[in-house]
């Protein structure tokens, strides 16, 4: 078998084997579209039992006080309520019409009220930090959108 011969082979494989590949590759994107589609939440809830999950919620949230760890997520929210991620932050969405971080900084400053007016004299950085906020600026800014005063109006009134 001389060069060219070896040559002309290469390319023919080549060419067959490209061919091959472009034609009868699975699709990519079938990929991606059933990770989608098993990401989704598999069955809605009735519609009975979302006002048993929001009392299930409200009583934990009343009395465990999970807001008053700086690093409450969503997922800990699972503790207690037996649904994935984007199921729960449709939950929070769809029967408090707020985001989770709203419903959960609207949970610290409702705290930071009940700390401040039974401790008066305690410093805005307490109250930040035991309220779950990360830090006093932070408190600051959330409880003004909340409340429309600055904390320290708020005590003042």
């Known amino acids: 078998v ?11 494989f080549a060419l067959a084997y490209g061919t091959d590949l472009i ?20 069955e809605e809830l009735p519609p009975q039992s979302n006002e048993a999950y929001r009392q299930a919620l409200e009583a934990w949230m009343e009395q465990e006080k999970p807001y ?12 207690v309520l037996p649904m994935n991620r984007t199921y729960l932050s449709q ?3 769809a029967e408090y019409d707020c985001s989770f ?9 409702e705290e930071a009220k009940r700390v401040m007016s039974e401790h008066p004299g305690m410093k805005m950085a307490e109250v930040s930090s035991n309220c779950g906020f990360s830090s006093p600026s932070v408190f600051s800014r959330t409880f003004m959108t909340i409340t429309g005063q600055s904390p320290k109006e708020w005590v003042k009134n």
């Open 2 to 12: 001389d060069k060219r011969t070896l040559i002309l082979y290469l390319v023919i």
């Open 91 to 93: 939950f929070i969405h």
């Open 101 to 109: 971080y709203v419903f959960v900084n609207r949970y610290r400053v």
């Open 68 to 79: 008053r760890n700086p690093d409450f997520k969503l997922v800990d929210l699972q503790k």
């Open 23 to 42: 034609l009868f590759r699975p699709d990519p994107w079938e990929q991606v579209k059933q990770a989608a589609k098993d990401a989704a939440p598999k």
